[in-house]
């Protein structure tokens, strides 16, 4: 069907502005929360510019060590105006000048370079080839099947997505409850699944997002097979 002139106007509005995602609260009630990011947006490409990298490193190092541009500017015989071309990545400083930024910062030259070099991972895993790895409820006979892992990276943030399967051997396991948040997409089955004192119906294309400190778990089997995405994410500082 085709989209009324109206309707294409307002997507387009839509576009420049940010809507907020609705989401549905334990007592009913519709959630609206600004979005802080756009999922669909890139970052400047003048990032992977080698003088942009400089420039951020050389300002991370200044202030970590609480030191104004006026400051650096006196240490290094550098000019106000040349240092701050520097760190917004708009020239390209010479060897002589990393050097002297190298000395007054207290880092070898090297570490100006770290952004540029830094490699970002992935993690791709074939159909039927994710790692089976036994968490608490295995013993409850759930199937936790790992797509992925990537642990030290520039986010500070550990996910882990699972697979999980249970089936007609599986016990109810309402009982998890660990650090970070959750996110569980229903795939295959119906379960009844509990978070804290509420209580949520799912079948396939239901979603549930939830902090994971609060006891939470399949409180009902409702219909089996099942299986269900499970993402965990939580800060690097509390992994292990």
Known sequence: MAKKASDLKHGAGAAKSKPSPKAVSADGRTIRTPLTQNPHAIRDTREKVLEVAIGREVRAFRKKLGITVADLAVATDISLGMLSKIENGITSPSLTTLQALSRALGVPVTAFFRRFEEEHAAVFVKAGEGLDVERRGTRAGHQ??????????????????????????SDVFPTFQ????EFLYMLEGEVVYRHGNNLYPMKPGDSLFFDADAPHGPEQLTRLPMRYLSIICYPQSSAG
């Open 144 to 169: 936790y099947n790992l797509l992925g892992h990537i642990g030290s990276n520039t986010s500070g943030v550990v996910v882990e997505p699972y697979l999980i399967t249970l089936t007609e051997d």
């Open 178 to 181: 660990h650090a970070g948040m």
